[in-house]
């Protein structure tokens, strides 16, 4: 069986505003908020919509957001979560030449973004 292709590297966001670096991890990989291409609100983009209330402090820039992303077929899934409304689902990431497929899923319910290579 094929390994799925490298996903190593930095990816802007679908939204244009920010860039996930994705690095190894151990044996697995893991992808962090690298830059903001907007500016950040004085003091820096805080994890404010974390359900957990002790980390709403924390700072964005930086921080892990994809976990444990091991090969699985022609893609890598593991753990993701989302400081823009405070969740965590399961993702699995693929990618196409330039682009990244992201798809995270809570339950039944799924979103899939495509990121471009930085």
Do not use: H, Q
Not at 73 to 78: P, Q
């Amino acid at each position: 069986m094929a390994s799925p292709a490298s996903i190593a590297g930095k990816w802007k966001t679908d939204d244009g505003r920010s860039v996930i670096s994705f690095y190894e991890c151990g044996n697995s990989m893991c992808g962090k908020i690298d830059r903001f291409l907007v500016a950040e609100p004085k003091g820096g983009a805080l994890d404010a919509k974390n359900p957990d209330k002790s980390k709403r402090n924390r700072k964005l820039l930086g921080m892990p957001i994809f976990w444990n992303l091991s090969p699985d077929a022609d893609s890598f899934e593991g753990k993701g979560y989302s400081p823009e409304d405070g969740r965590y689902f399961n993702a699995d990431v693929s990618r196409d030449g330039s682009k990244l497929k992201v798809k995270g899923c809570v339950m039944v319910f799924c979103k899939s973004v495509s990121f471009t290579k930085f």
